[in-house]
């Protein structure tokens, strides 16, 4: 078992044998750790003004350089995302920028240090700050400050709950440490325990790889969790595997059971914002599971909200989120649903009053309501009053490009999941009879719910004939099969090459009425934004049966057989 170190003794004598993270000949141990913190502790000191924004790709640089500004003295802020609106919206707070930036924010660099530079310190637990930023109810983003003894008692409590769980165990997490989930289960929490800080693990075949090396822990989102696999091979990651952590945002319950019967594991969901920290946990059923306060979290119903008290928050007050809840007769309580308007897509805090306030500042845009459509994946969508009443007459493609052309609108300031996905155009925004507009009629909008066709790629044919053909597919970025799959990390969805090796089948080959199945389906690589794949489809009108196979210069990227009847 590692020693525990306080964050605020991390940067003492170095501990011999203290594995930090990498691999390999980029293993860091702790001394290594102190002389990259030092280094970035002189730069820090030799620059101007008190707050810095860091962002950065790897965890472990990341880790080091957040130490290195607070040892100078420096208040971090901690941008979600380096979006270019994201750092214009930071520029008025910040002194500068550390970290993977585009060169024109004129990143700072760690200085070259000696060793006389790496003096052992101890860090001021009240004057080290970290600001992080949340949606309030008004939709502006609002500064969270939170202070290292804060942080250090959330830290102290998910080891007091969790930490006989994770003895001995590599943590393995699919979140990013710009958020604060992230920040606190895959840097903070394994610094102070002695785990090692390891890469970003996103795609599941990495994933799959990593956890089947040894005792791990799975750090991540239900947007993940969600969308495991079922074909690949879990087994060895099955027999290592100790817990699963779910954060951010609500786990649908069928996805709960989708990865008790793939990881052989309850997901552990934990509760809680960046305003609270940590409030509470629970494991199980998520439909009827209540949740249980963390060690030294204390909980009460206010007028129907919850309200929480702990160390993690600034003071000793009461806190009143805007979560609805009710108390539960084993101890616990239940969420019963947000009273404001933020909304969690993908585990993104998105205020529904911020899409509609840009929106409505567009020059096309007369009035919109944007709202969230239930579902096993919930998207947001809009209801738009179009300021040129011409476009309700557009077909459906002219509708589909202004609803392209608002939601290019907003990428500047908003990712592809924190954007509506569907769009609805109308001459006046529905009204019940007391002249309000009411959720249930803008739902109705969407009724009944019909599955969109995935927008195809420009293709190239090569060869066409009677039972072969080849073609040629340019991958763009803007591909509307990229949005939310994944946020940050864009990849082409399975469903969406089976889609388009049918549609473009049937523009070659007489494919009977009637799908039947698909055999033989292989997803070998991912696909990305920019790359050009290779489709070669072939027909056996015998057997009613369509192979087809993706490939690139990477290698193939899927494959399968589709076999088809005649309709009845």
């Known amino acids: 078992m590692a020693e525990w170190i306080p964050l605020h003794q991390l940067l003492g004598p170095a501990r011999p044998d203290r594995w930090i ?261 629970r494991g199980g059923d998520a439909s009827t599971s209540a949740w249980q306060p963390l060690p030294g979290v204390q909980w009460r119903i206010d007028e129907g909200q919850l309200a929480v008290a702990s160390a993690h928050l600034p003071d000793g007050g009461w806190w009143r989120s805007e979560d609805r809840a009710e108390a539960d007769a084993q101890g616990g309580f239940r969420l019963l649903g947000r009273a404001d308007r933020i909304v969690k897509v993908e585990e993104r805090r998105v205020s529904l009053d911020a899409l509609e306030h840009a929106l409505r500042a567009h020059p096309a845009v007369a009035d919109v309501r944007v709202l969230l459509l239930p579902g096993q994946r919930e998207q947001l969508a809009a209801v738009v009053v179009p300021r040129n009443t011409r476009l309700l007459q557009a077909d459906e493609a002219g509708r589909r490009a202004a609803g392209r052309q608002l939601s290019n609108a907003l990428a500047d300031a908003h990712d592809a999941v924190a954007r509506p996905r569907r769009w609805r155009f109308v001459d006046a925004l529905p009204l019940n009879a007391q002249g309000k507009t009411t959720q249930a009629a803008l739902l109705s909008l969407f009724q009944p719910e019909q599955p969109e066709p995935v927008d195809l790629p420009p293709v190239q044919w090569l060869q066409r004939g009677p039972a072969s053909a080849s073609a040629q597919l340019t991958l763009q970025p803007d591909l509307r099969a990229f949005d939310g799959h994944f946020p940050g990390v864009p990849v082409l969805p399975g469903v969406a090459q089976v889609d388009w090796a049918i549609r473009l089948a049937q523009t070659v080959f007489a494919l009977p009425a009637r799908f039947v199945r698909i055999d033989a389906l292989k997803f070998q690589r991912v696909a990305r934004p920019g790359d050009t794949l290779l489709l070669q489809l072939d027909w056996d009108a015998s057997r009613r049966m369509l192979a087809f196979r993706f490939s690139s210069g990477h290698g193939i990227h899927a494959s399968g057989k589709v076999v088809f009847a005649d309709a009845d």
């Open 21 to 281: 993270g990498g691999a390999g000949a980029d293993r860091i141990d702790h001394a290594g750790l102190l002389a990259r913190v030092a280094a970035w502790r002189v730069a820090f000191s030799q620059a101007g003004g008190r707050d810095w924004a860091l962002y950065f790709d790897d965890s472990l640089a990341f880790a080091a350089a957040l130490l290195g500004a607070w040892s100078a003295g420096k208040r971090v802020y901690l941008p979600s995302d380096n979006l270019p609106a994201t750092l214009q919206a930071l520029r008025p707070r910040v002194d500068g920028v550390a970290g993977d930036v585009d060169l024109h924010w004129q990143p700072l660099a760690p200085s070259a240090v000696g060793a006389d530079a790496i003096a052992p310190i101890m860090l001021d637990e009240r004057a080290c700050r970290l600001v992080v930023f949340t949606s309030g109810s008004t939709g502006a983003p609002v500064a969270i400050e939170k202070r290292l003894d804060q942080l250090a008692c959330e830290v102290g409590a998910l080891e007091q709950a969790f930490g006989a769980l994770l003895e001995g165990a590599q943590v393995h997490g699919t979140v990013s440490h710009q958020h604060i989930y992230g920040l606190l289960f895959r840097v903070l929490w394994p610094l102070s325990a002695g785990r090692a800080i390891l890469p970003r693990r996103f795609f599941h075949e990495d994933l799959v790889a990593a956890l089947s090396t040894g005792p791990s822990v799975l750090v991540a989102t239900p947007a993940h969790l969600k969308r495991l696999p079922a074909q690949l091979d879990w087994r060895a990651a099955r027999t290592h595997l100790r817990a699963v952590f779910s954060s951010g945002g609500p786990l649908p319950a069928q996805a709960a059971v989708d990865v008790r019967a793939l990881l052989d594991r309850v997901p552990i969901e934990v509760f809680g914002s960046s305003e609270t920290g940590g409030i509470a946990w």
